[in-house]
C-alpha cells in the first residue's frame, strides 16, 4: 500500500502525560494517513487509554500537540470518534437509536438522524437488528452497534480502544474480520489499540510497539501482508516473522 | 409454566388472608374476643357500607391531599438532586441536611407545623412532602452519580453539552432508581396526609378516624384503615404501570 503518498489525517506530535508525579507516556509521535489502520501495540498499562484521551480532547498533555488534518486541536474535543472496550449502548434506545446519538448531540433532529442511521445498518450487517434494545444482542453484536455510532460520529478518524477486548476467542476472531470488511467498505482512517500481537498484524497496516516506563515508541513496523488478508495468512512465514519480532520488543 | 406459577403465588396470597380472615371473625363471633377491643372484619365490612356515603367524601379530601404532596415532592426531589448532582458543594451541605429531617420525629413536629400554616390543606400536604421526598431523592441523587463515567466521557468526546449529556444519559439512567424511590414514597403519601389530618382539620379520613376512635367505633377506625390500605395500594400499582409504560426497555432484562 502506497499510503505515504496520502495525507496525514491525524499527527500526534512529542507528547508527554504526567499523572501526579510519575510520567506515563513520553515523547510519543504517531501519524495517521487517510484509510489507514494504524495499531497502537503495548503490554496492559502503558498509557494506551491515556494516549487516545489525549487524542479525543479529553485531557490535556504536559508537552506535545495533536493535528488533525494539520490544525492543532490539542485538548479540543468533538474531532474523533472514539470505540472503548465496554460497548457504552444505551439499554433505553434500540440499535437505530444508539447509533443515532453522535448526530443528534451534531445538531441534527431524531428523525433526521434515524434516517440516516437506517441506511448503514446494511454495512454494519445490523438491517435485522435495527429495532432490537441492546439486551436483546450479544457481546459481538452490541460491539457492531457500537463501531456503528462510532462510525456515526466520524469515519475520518476513528480510535478504536481494544474494542474486542471483553470477547471470547472465536466471537473476537470472527470480529476482527468483520471490522476488515467493514472498515473496507467505509472508508475509514483507523487507530487502533491492543495488546494482542496476532491481532494487530491481521489487522493493521502499521504498527506502532509501546513499552517501557515512561511508554515511548520503541520501534515503527509496516506490516506488509497483502490485503484482503484472510485467516490463512496466520500460518504464513511472514505473519510469523513479524510475531517473533515484536515479541522481542515487549 | 411462569403464568401458572403466576397464579399458583396468588391463589396462596388469598388463601393465606382468607384463613387469617376466617380465624378472626370466629375469635371475635364466639366471643373469645370483645367486639369493643376487636371488631370483626364482618363488622368492618358492614360499616364500610353503612358509612359509605361519608366515607367516600373523607377520601377523596386525603387522596387528593396525599397526590398533591407527592406531585410536590417529586418537583422537589428533582430539584435537589439535579442541584445536587451539578454543584460538588450543595450536595455535601445539603445530603447530610436531608438525612436530618428524616430523624426529626413527625408527630411533635405536627403541631408546630398546623401553627405555621393553619388548619387548611397546606400543613397536610407539608407533612406528605415531608415524609415522601426522602425516598425519591435519594434514589435520584444515587442514580445520577452511579452513571458509568466511560460513558459521560464518550459523550463528551462527541462534543455533548453538559444539558446534552444530562437529558440523553443520566436522565434515562436514572429512572429506575426514580422508580423505586417513588414506589416507597406513593405507600407513605396517604399515611402522610392521614397524620396531617390528625393535628386539625375538617375533614379527611384522619380526622374521620380520630372522631371514630373517640366514639368508640372501632368498626368505623378498621373501615378507615382498609380504605387507606386500599389507596395506597392502587397508587403503587398505578405506578408500577407508569413505570412499565416510560421504560419498555426493562423488560428485556428477564429474557436473556
Not at chain 1, 501526579?20 to 484509510?35: A, G
Not at chain 2, 374476643?33 to 366515607?55: A, H, K, M, Q, Y
Not at chain 2, 453538559?162 to 436514572?174: D, G, N, Q, R
Amino acid at each position: 500500500m502506497n499510503s505515504y503518498l496520502k495525507d496525514n489525517v491525524l499527527e500526534v506530535k512529542g507528547v508527554s502525560k504526567k499523572y501526579i508525579d510519575e510520567k506515563i507516556i513520553e515523547n510519543i509521535d504517531i501519524v495517521l494517513k487517510k484509510e489507514e489502520f494504524v495499531t497502537i501495540l503495548g503490554p496492559s498499562g502503558s498509557g494506551k487509554s491515556t494516549l487516545f484521551n489525549i487524542i479525543s480532547g479529553l485531557i490535556n498533555p504536559e508537552e506535545g500537540q495533536i493535528f488533525i488534518n494539520g490544525e492543532n486541536v490539542t485538548g479540543q474535543t468533538g474531532f474523533v470518534s472514539y470505540m472503548h472496550q465496554k460497548d457504552l449502548l444505551l439499554p433505553w434506545r434500540d440499535v437505530v437509536g444508539n447509533g443515532a446519538i453522535p448526530l443528534e448531540i451534531k445538531g441534527f433532529s431524531k428523525k433526521e438522524s434515524r434516517d440516516r442511521v437506517e441506511k448503514m445498518l446494511h454495512i454494519f450487517e445490523l438491517q435485522e437488528h435495527g429495532h432490537k434494545f441492546p439486551m436483546q444482542l450479544s457481546g459481538g453484536m452490541r460491539q457492531r452497534v457500537s463501531l456503528l455510532r462510532t462510525y456515526m460520529f466520524s469515519s475520518e478518524i476513528m480510535l478504536l480502544d481494544e474494542p474486542f477486548g471483553g470477547l471470547d476467542a472465536i466471537t473476537k476472531f470472527k470480529m476482527q474480520q468483520y471490522l476488515r470488511d467493514v472498515i473496507r467498505k467505509i472508508k475509514g482512517s483507523v487507530l487502533f489499540i491492543t495488546h494482542d500481537i496476532e491481532e494487530a498484524i491481521f489487522l493493521s497496516d502499521r504498527i506502532y510497539v509501546i513499552n517501557g516506563n515512561p511508554a515511548k515508541v520503541v520501534e515503527e513496523i509496516s506490516v506488509d501482508l497483502n490485503r484482503p488478508r484472510n485467516e490463512e495468512i496466520i500460518a504464513s512465514d511472514e505473519f510469523r516473522r513479524l510475531k517473533s519480532r515484536i515479541l522481542k520488543l515487549l | 409454566m411462569k403464568k401458572y406459577q403466576n397464579i399458583k403465588d396468588k391463589m396462596l396470597l388469598i388463601g393465606f388472608n382468607l384463613i387469617i380472615l376466617a380465624i378472626w371473625e370466629i375469635a371475635v363471633d364466639s366471643g373469645w374476643i370483645e367486639r369493643f377491643i376487636l371488631p370483626s372484619p364482618s363488622d368492618v365490612i358492614i360499616s364500610l357500607w353503612v358509612n359509605s356515603s361519608e366515607i367516600f367524601k373523607h377520601t377523596k379530601v386525603t387522596l387528593f391531599e396525599g397526590l398533591v404532596g407527592l406531585v410536590f415532592a417529586i418537583a422537589f426531589s428533582f430539584l435537589m438532586a439535579i442541584l445536587m448532582d451539578q454543584v460538588k458543594w450543595i450536595k455535601k451541605i445539603m445530603y447530610p441536611m436531608l438525612v436530618i429531617s428524616q430523624t426529626v420525629p413527625i408527630i411533635i413536629i405536627a403541631p408546630l407545623v398546623a401553627m405555621w400554616f393553619g388548619f387548611g390543606i397546606a400543613p397536610k400536604v407539608f407533612v406528605v412532602v415531608l415524609v415522601c421526598f426522602f425516598p425519591i431523592t435519594i434514589s435520584l441523587i444515587d442514580g445520577l452519580q452511579s452513571v458509568d463515567f466511560e460513558l459521560i466521557n464518550l459523550l463528551k468526546s462527541m462534543g455533548a453539552t453538559k444539558m446534552e449529556i444530562f437529558l440523553k444519559v443520566k436522565f434515562p439512567f436514572t429512572l429506575p432508581g426514580f422508580f423505586s424511590g417513588l414506589k416507597i414514597a406513593a405507600t407513605y403519601s396517604i399515611m402522610g396526609a392521614v397524620i396531617g389530618e390528625w393535628l386539625g382539620g375538617k375533614s379527611g379520613l384522619g380526622v374521620y378516624m380520630l372522631r371514630a376512635r373517640h366514639s368508640f367505633s372501632l368498626d368505623k377506625v378498621f373501615a378507615s384503615i382498609v380504605v387507606i390500605i386500599l389507596l395506597s395500594i392502587s397508587i403503587f400499582y398505578l405506578i408500577s404501570i407508569l413505570q412499565k409504560i416510560i421504560m419498555p426497555w426493562a423488560k428485556f432484562k428477564e429474557e436473556k
